[in-house]
């Protein structure tokens, strides 16, 4: 009967601890939630300042390309571009 006793004690033990087991389970789902999506807000501007970043380069080498030549030469070639349409 004692052994009885203890496994009905040690039963109602857990069964006690279970609503908090479960809150903290709650928890800490909600915290991981939170966590992907800062993950997926941190990719998304990543990806935004990878593109921002080639397109600067892009525009860095035209105009690297402008300065090598004359100033007056670009301006005759956009002009010849221009009289050519």
Do not use: W, Y
Not at 42 to 47: A, G, P, Y
């Amino acid at each position: 009967m004692a052994m009885h006793s203890r496994t009905l004690d040690s039963f109602k033990a857990q069964l006690d601890q279970n609503p908090t087991s479960v809150q903290n389970l709650k928890q800490n789902l909600a915290r991981l939630a939170a966590k992907i999506s800062e993950a997926k807000t941190m990719r998304t501007s990543l990806k935004s300042q990878m593109a921002i970043a080639k397109v600067n380069g892009q525009l860095q080498s035209i105009v690297n390309g402008v300065k090598t030549g004359s100033a007056m030469s670009a301006f005759n070639c956009i002009e010849e571009k221009i009289l050519q349409m």
